[in-house]
DNA sequence: TGTTAGCACTCGGTGAGTTTGAGTGCTAAT
DNA sequence: ATTAGCACTCAAACTCACCGAGTGCTAACA
């Protein structure tokens, strides 16, 4: 059996009208509902086809059809195929006042949720690559230093280092340099053990001041601070079908737990542009059997990147949806690049 | 009609059996619950009685009854009068590991929710009152300048300020000198229009790049970026009077939001020290009628404290909660003073 | 006078039986 | 190849009787 076109036109319409209502769509339902001028009895045998194929089920016997998790995945791919070209936009306007990093993320996460109506995550950037761009001492008071990092794009991070014994302020300044000179445009992955040592070995007298000071800035920049924010995630109470309290309970609480579905968002390693999207049981996570799942990924310059999300119904506005996140993509690229 | 002895002590079974069951409670149970040896028409009578002083009530006619609002706040009443002494030990444990305070208070809030079974909240302290200890500005790049600053307490800031002109290194010193003898110790109310009038003033020559960073200061500072960190959102899920999907999503939605809890949290001025309930329709808050909550204040020294909250249903375990809130202020306390 | 036993009454919850209606599959006619 | 018609299925909604926990009241008791 194959899948004619008449075939396809049907499934999508059931699609559509199981996306907007939520119930099992019948085939009187679609003989009135498409353009095909066919009656509900053709119908059923389309769709018995269809379900023949796996394409739709029956929840129960006479009920109407729902599509399954391979169906939506046609209709995905489809969409994705028509859509490639056209473009309509819808309005995400992200508003740039802060130059926080973390602010303008949680502003395009609350954006996409108010956009969409489904619950949004998205990760910070990755900074592994960033070279140190410089690194300053300074005494705080006589018990502390404050370690101040800069790296390249202009993050900054510091840290502040309880010292055992107070240093004067030529001491401090040597330090300066010595660091310096000895760790700028290094990459983060390139301050290692060995360097480390070799710095040591370097600074005749104040080893055990260095010592102090190196393990504070590697602690520092070890701490991979990758965050995932989220919002919207009430949203999920507007969809019957997961409003149920098992079910949305586990899912709240995958979304305040976020560990598992941020890595859920960067396993996808190949894939690392464009658009991804999980349907169901085709997602590896528990928590999300009953949803769909569409990410993405944002870039802000080479090798720099980090992810966007959206976690929904089943019945998703797919179409809608990567329309929202290829506009939001494009428009952090735009702000992030600055 | 008075509140006898007695009375008090069916009243405090009637409550406590509710809290454990969550059913409304029959004079056959309290009956056999307590040690009053009385028969269960006599706790009918005593019943009937503690109605009518509105302490509790019956959901319908033929149902057992369920303490109100009143009951509870008696009951509350009672329990912090009596336990002011007695003070036995919950763990609360806070792994101090990491210095930094957004990390530390996060994990409060989850130790708070995972011991309790409530959802938990908690706000960064609010600074208002810091003196600034010092303050750095430090060249990056021939377009950045990167100002530190850093205030009473080890709390540091910074900001990256754009400027417009390159200066060169000794230009940079004597900002530094200016800035730190005009703005050392000051208050953050005090570093107002004046002062920063006269700054420019006496920076000869230098008017245009003092304001530029005078202004980046300023609104680093003023960014009052009290946050509200929850956990334990989906507790609430385990409470089948708050598990409609009504209740929960207005109150999950609160809890997405923090900004209205966060406010009433503020909001009971005077109640500065000690801790604070809110039984049902006593919050002024839509989302948590049909919860409680109980707030308490921690304090990092003199004029600078935070928030922490709980929420959970009526039938909270204010006995718990309290010794909870308790326990973990001391050991905040003890952390932040350090 | 306070306590208790007994009894009639109330009402939410449960479960069995019934009805309804949307939807199917099959067959025969077009 | 399409359609009309019909018998069949089954979840959901509704009805109804019954159970039992719990009450209020009254009368008896210490």
Redesign the interface.
């Known amino acids: 059996m194959d899948l004619s076109d008449r075939k396809l036109k049907i499934l999508q319409a059931i699609i559509r009208n199981y996306l907007e209502t939520g119930e099992p769509v019948g085939s009187r339902t679609i003989s009135k509902f498409t353009d095909l001028n066919l009656s509900s009895a053709t119908i059923r045998n389309e769709m018995s086809d269809l379900e023949e194929l796996g394409l739709i089920v029956q929840p129960h016997t006479s009920a109407g059809r729902i599509p399954s998790d391979r169906g939506y995945r046609l209709y995905v791919d489809m969409l994705m195929r028509e859509k490639q070209e056209e473009m309509e936009q819808l309005q995400v306007e992200l508003n740039a006042k802060s130059?926080k990093l973390d602010t303008i993320l949680k502003e395009a996460a609350k954006l996409l949720a108010n956009n969409t109506n489904y619950a949004s995550l998205i990760t910070t950037p990755q900074y592994r690559t960033r070279r140190l761009?410089?690194l300053?001492i300074?005494q705080?008071?006589p018990e502390?230093l404050?370690a101040?990092i800069?790296l390249e794009g202009?993050i900054?991070k510091?840290?502040?280092v309880a010292i055992s014994t107070p240093v004067d302020a030529d001491v401090v300044l040597r330090l300066n340099l010595l660091l310096n000179s000895s760790l700028q445009g290094l990459d983060l992955k390139e301050i290692n053990l060995g360097i480390i040592q070799k710095i040591k070995a370097d600074s005749s007298g104040y080893g055990l001041l260095v010592g102090e000071i190196l393990d504070a800035v590697a602690e520092t920049l070890g701490e991979e601070e990758m965050q995932t924010y989220t919002?919207?995630?009430?949203n999920i109470?507007k969809y019957p079908e997961l409003?149920d309290?098992e079910k949305?309970?586990h899912l709240?609480?995958a979304l305040?737990e976020k560990k598992q579905l941020t890595e859920l968002m960067y396993s996808e390693g190949d894939n690392e542009r464009g658009i991804q999207v999980y349907i169901g049981n085709e997602s590896p996570l528990e928590a999300t059997k009953d949803c769909s799942m569409v990410t993405a990924t944002y870039h802000l310059e080479d090798g720099v990147y980090g992810k966007i999300g959206i976690i929904g119904p089943r019945r998703m506005d797919y179409e809608k949806v990567v329309q929202a996140l290829q506009n939001l993509m494009q428009e952090l690229d735009e702000i992030l690049k600055k």
């Open positions: 130059q761009k410089f300053q300074t705080v008071d502390n404050l101040i800069v202009n900054v510091n840290k502040m919002s919207g995630a009430t109470f409003n309290s949305a309970s709240l609480y305040e």
